[in-house]
């Protein structure tokens, strides 16, 4: 096996790595075996684990110390991850970083990234964890939905997938909100698939997720400092750069810090058709949390609530049940007609699809042409 890991280290085919390396007379099964471990390994991690993450059913696996759970759409339900004690904790965890190209140990206990396959990568080593080496693993869904696969399944509840069709012919600005696990990407990536052909996608991200079926979509990825502290490239600086690059939509996979700022004021200046996801609670408190993120930029609450109201003309908020579905349960309008700034439903929806309009609809539905 050490052979075949010295081959594979230095770029040799798994299947090709195992066959050089099996013993005379070892039989199939055992080369079988061999190659299992290889493919694992390439992807940074153990047969077990890249079980889990071929099921095509799993959205998550979260390994706490030496317990595993997934989540196939219902729920977290405990697996076995082939994790027998701390130790094999941490060396996966600092494997799998190893396999997204960052670095993860005790100088740097955090650690995020991307493994080949788009699997998204958070760990987090003890001390700063309490409960023993963590490791979240999110899977991106390789079939692209679209606009129909979202209605056809309840994600976009009775007119609602009207509505996201019109935000985006009237090349509105739309913040969509949510919880982590709700569906924000996977609403944004089918959103961005009824661009028009010939309109250039520029997406801003910390880690690559979304995915829209365009043909000219483009993605610029935030990077950490090096262990000097250098060459760090934030999303605030890519927001500047993408606004120097001919987009026809600017599109933030998620506003959490002071690029919030460049954001309101690229929408401010003729970028329409953008995009960005933001967690909140509900669409009524995204306007806290976009004052929370401009605080950070150094903005006043009034200057938040200027850019944000003139900015963003819809607000979609996305919501999990304890069931695992997903869907836009509420569709909001920011709005500073009493002052600060305030979001105003349009729409509501429950999880079995009973839409119900509100105050702001007739003004968002002039605004798409509805």
Do not use: Y
């Amino acid at each position: 096996m050490r052979d075949a890991l010295r081959l594979l280290a230095r770029g040799e085919d798994p299947a090709r790595a195992a066959a050089a390396c099996a013993q005379p007379g070892c039989g199939a099964v055992a080369v079988a075996s061999t190659l299992e471990i290889l493919r694992a390994r390439q992807r940074g991690m153990d047969p077990p684990l890249a079980r889990l993450l071929d099921d095509p059913a799993v959205t998550d696996v979260l390994i706490n110390g030496t317990q595993a759970w997934v989540d196939r759409g219902g729920g977290l339900v405990r697996v076995d991850a082939g994790i027998r004690d701390e130790a094999d904790a941490r060396r996966a965890a600092i494997r799998l970083a190893s396999a997204c190209g960052v670095r993860l140990d005790d100088a740097r206990p955090i650690a995020d990234g991307t493994l080949p396959g788009g699997v998204r990568l958070h760990a987090v080593l003890a001390p700063v964890s309490g409960s023993g080496t963590l490791i979240s693993l999110r899977v991106l869904g390789t079939r692209r939905l679209g606009i129909s696969d979202l209605e056809a399944c309840g994600t976009l509840p009775g007119e609602v997938g009207a509505l996201l069709r019109a935000l985006v012919a009237s090349r509105a600005n739309v913040l969509v909100s949510g919880a982590t696990g709700s569906g924000k990407t996977t609403l944004l990536s089918a959103a961005l698939c009824l661009v028009p052909t010939g309109e250039r996608i520029v997406c801003i991200e910390e880690v690559s997720e979304i995915a829209p079926a365009h043909p000219h979509c483009v993605h610029l990825i935030e990077r950490a400092p090096n262990v000097e502290g250098r060459g760090a490239v934030t999303l605030a600086d890519l927001v500047r750069a993408a606004m120097r690059m001919r987009p026809d939509r600017l599109v933030l996979g998620e506003c959490r810090g002071p690029e919030v700022c460049d954001v309101l004021t690229a929408l401010n200046t003729g970028h329409d058709g953008g995009w960005a996801t933001i967690h909140a609670n509900g669409a009524r408190d995204v306007p806290a949390r976009l004052a929370a993120l401009g605080a950070l930029a150094g903005m006043g609450e009034g200057a938040v609530a200027a850019q944000a109201a003139s900015a963003i003309d819809a607000v979609l908020h996305m919501r999990r049940g304890a069931d695992g579905r997903r869907w836009v349960s509420e569709v909001g309008v920011l709005t500073r007609a009493r002052g600060p700034l305030e979001c105003a439903l349009a729409l509501s929806a429950t999880a079995d699809g009973c839409v119900t309009t509100h105050e702001a609809w007739p003004s968002l539905a002039r605004r798409v042409g509805l």
